[in-house]
């Protein structure tokens, strides 16, 4: 009945009963105390048959396994050198740190750890590079404009320069 790894579980208790919580199922099931105590210390050799019976009843319902996640990954992390490359959706310019408003509850008021409110702006270069880089990494992106039309002269300088 023993196998060489132990389940996945973590075990708990209150003041009136005993719990194991069986992570491969993602389920917590109330359990006798003869069984937390056999579940607790898994390489005990003094076990009885009920113990043996309940907790063989909880493998074949599929409790128990001791199978442990090495890699959880989202389906589409293998793609993402890609989209970063090509697809790129959005770009957002700070195009200066100052603002005249300085509402008390600003995450930059100096209330919080965080950066405050500078007058630093970014320079136009900065600002065409950023542009000129998003707009080679956004070649595959259904809803980014044409690059000769997003990037337009006069639109550079309505927007940003003036
Ligand atoms: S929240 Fe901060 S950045 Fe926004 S307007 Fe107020 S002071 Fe300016």
């Given at each position: 009945?023993?196998?060489?790894?132990?389940?996945?579980?973590?075990?708990?208790?209150?003041?009136?009963?005993?719990?194991?919580?069986?992570?491969?199922?993602?389920?917590?099931?109330?359990?006798?105390?003869?069984?937390?105590?056999?579940?607790?210390?898994?390489?005990?050799?003094?076990?009885?048959?009920?113990?043996?019976?309940?907790?063989?009843?909880?493998?074949?319902?599929?409790?128990?396994?001791?199978?442990r996640?090495?890699?959880?990954?989202?389906?589409?992390?293998?793609?993402?050198?890609?989209?970063?490359?090509?697809?790129?959706?959005?770009?957002?310019?700070?195009?200066?740190?100052?603002c005249?408003?300085?509402?008390?509850?600003?995450?930059?008021s100096?209330?919080?750890?965080?950066?405050?409110?500078?007058?630093?702006?970014?320079?136009?270069?900065?600002?065409?590079?950023?542009?000129?880089?998003?707009?080679?990494?956004?070649?595959?992106?259904?809803?980014?404009?044409?690059?000769?039309?997003?990037?337009?002269?006069?639109?550079?300088?309505?927007?940003?320069?003036?």
């Amino acid at each position: 009945m023993k196998e060489k790894i132990a389940p996945y579980i973590h075990l708990f208790k209150t003041s009136e009963r005993y719990y194991v919580y069986d992570v491969n199922t993602d389920k917590i099931l109330t359990i006798p105390e003869s069984v937390y105590n056999f579940l607790f210390d898994y390489d005990s050799n003094k076990v009885d048959k009920s113990v043996v019976d309940f907790v063989g009843n909880m493998k074949i319902n599929g409790f128990l396994r001791s199978d442990r996640i090495e890699v959880s990954e989202h389906p589409v992390t293998p793609l993402l050198p890609y989209y970063l490359k090509n697809k790129l959706r959005q770009l957002i310019l700070q195009v200066t740190q100052n603002c005249n408003l300085c509402c008390d509850y600003c995450n930059y008021s100096g209330l919080y750890k965080t950066r405050t409110h500078t007058a630093n702006t970014m320079s136009a270069k900065t600002a065409e590079k950023a542009i000129g880089f998003f707009i080679i990494h956004a070649k595959d992106s259904e809803i980014v404009p044409e690059s000769e039309n997003f990037f337009s002269a006069r639109w550079f300088d309505t927007t940003y320069i003036n």
